[in-house]
Nanobody, 125 residues
Framework: QVQLVESGGGSAQAGGSLRVCCAA?????????MGWFRQAPGKDREFVVG????????RYSDSVKGRFTISRDNAKNTVYLQMNSLRPEDTAVYFC??????????????????WGQGTQVTVSS
């Protein structure tokens, strides 16, 4: 089992910045990929960015590329999402997720085994 706890988030104005963190515990050695997803009211859960735990290789959605940055600190079992140049359409609940299968860095929520509880990010215009 892997437990994920998000922190950070909150509110910002358009053009501002926020950072969300995801701390993993439990059988973290089994985690191959970590991902961030988001879900706005009435919409499906959407892939934001993912990272391979060992190499740090990343994959971004087009909607956040150039504005968001994912990083990880394996010693702390923590993944960070730095969000810059925020837009109102970035408003959502942000979830971190862990994939222990390790086939590829997936954009599909179905491929992730463990999920955090989510943290709200609200961007006002």
């Amino acid at each position: 089992q892997v437990q994920l706890v998000e922190s950070g988030g909150g509110s910002a104005q358009a053009g501002g910045s926020l950072r969300v963190c995801c701390a993993a515990s439990g059988r973290t050695s089994t985690v191959v990929y970590m991902g961030w997803f988001r879900q706005a009211p009435g919409k499906d859960r959407e892939f934001v960015v993912g990272i391979r735990k060992s190499s740090g290789s990343t994959r971004y959605s087009d909607s956040v590329k150039g504005r968001f940055t994912i990083s990880r600190d394996n010693a702390k079992n923590t993944v960070y999402l730095q969000m810059n140049s925020l837009r109102p359409e970035d408003t959502a609940v942000y979830f971190c997720a862990a994939d222990t299968n390790g086939l590829y860095l997936s954009r599909s929520a179905h491929d992730y085994d463990y999920w955090g509880q989510g943290t709200q990010v609200t961007v006002s215009s």
